[in-house]
């Protein structure tokens, strides 16, 4: 149902976003989300929980792979996907 301007500007005067309530790692000084990791140091309550280094190290080896697989798929289909588009352009 159709209703006024004024009630659709009364609905979304609830819409806006709060700025986040960040609290201080204990050990490394950085902002972080309180009940969350510091996600700067992998530390949570005094102690680490997560080798944020590795993570990065395993993430990185990851990608790498992925980046491989994904050129020499594309270096097998773009050599015979090429040669035609040159012959178009030519005429
Ligand atoms: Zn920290």
């Given amino acids: 149902m159709r209703h006024t301007r004024a009630h659709t500007g ?9 700025a986040a309530n960040l609290s201080k790692c204990s ?5 972080h ?3 969350h990791m510091c996600l700067e140091c ?5 102690r680490q929980v997560m080798d944020l280094g ?7 080896a990851r990608i790498k792979t992925k ?7 594309l270096g097998i289909v773009d050599t015979p ?11």
């Avoid at 992998?42 to 005094?46: A, H, L, P, Q, R």
């Fill in 67 to 73: 980046e491989e697989k994904i050129k020499n798929e």
């Fill in 54 to 60: 590795a993570e990065k190290a395993k993430r990185d």
């Fill in 10 to 18: 009364n609905r979304r005067a609830h819409h806006a976003l709060k």
């Fill in 33 to 35: 989300r309180p009940h």
């Fill in 27 to 31: 050990h490394c000084g950085a902002a």
């Fill in 81 to 91: 996907a090429e040669q035609p588009k040159e012959t178009k352009e030519v005429k």
């Fill in 42 to 46: 992998g530390y949570y309550n005094g």
